[in-house]
């Protein structure tokens, strides 16, 4: 599963661990600070390729508006390449490559008030050339 490999890719990046701070198709309620991946579904198939364009959306939840921030940043460096190139591998053996569709942005911020107060999101999205699943 792709947004399974990207997690893995992740977890190793240094940027949390799977099932307690990295999650797969959902937001959970806690805790308060999470990075979610979720599958977005992808670009119609042009060239007889063996490969698929799929899409995934990326977001980080942070009680700290700054720290959501600096981690959706580190996730898009991970992730995106830039100058070294967007070419990665998953642990599993995926090869993928990789480009962010835009850089991130703020989602929203919760109010006050509630008691997810104060929490910030961030998302990107990713376009990732890969192997069908």
């Given at each position: 599963?792709?947004?399974r490999?990207?997690?893995?890719?992740?977890?190793?990046?240094?940027?949390?661990?799977i099932?307690?701070?990295?999650?797969?198709?959902?937001?959970?309620?806690?805790?308060?600070?999470?990075?979610?991946?979720?599958?977005?579904?992808?670009?119609?198939?042009?060239?007889?390729?063996?490969?698929?364009?799929?899409?995934?959306?990326?977001?980080?939840?942070?009680?700290?508006?700054?720290?959501a921030?600096?981690?959706?940043?580190?996730?898009?460096?991970?992730?995106?390449?830039?100058?070294r190139?967007?070419?990665?591998?998953?642990?599993?053996?995926r090869?993928?490559?990789?480009?962010?569709?835009?850089?991130?942005?703020s989602?929203?911020?919760?109010?006050?008030?509630?008691?997810?107060?104060?929490?910030?999101?961030?998302?990107?999205?990713?376009?990732?050339?890969?192997?069908?699943?």
């Open positions: 599963m792709l947004i490999d990207i997690a893995q890719i992740l977890e190793l990046g240094g940027i949390g661990t099932g307690a701070d990295i999650f797969l198709g959902q937001v959970p309620a806690s805790p308060g600070n999470v990075v979610v991946l979720f599958p977005t579904g992808g670009f119609p198939q042009d060239l007889p390729l063996p490969d698929v364009r799929m899409t995934v959306q990326v977001l980080v939840r942070d009680i700290s508006y700054r720290a921030y600096e981690r959706i940043w580190r996730i898009y460096n991970l992730l995106d390449g830039g100058k190139g967007r070419f990665i591998q998953a642990p599993t053996g090869r993928m490559v990789a480009q962010a569709m835009q850089p991130p942005q989602l929203q911020r919760e109010g006050l008030g509630d008691e997810s107060a104060g929490r910030s999101f961030f998302v990107f999205n990713l376009s990732v050339w890969t192997n069908r699943d």
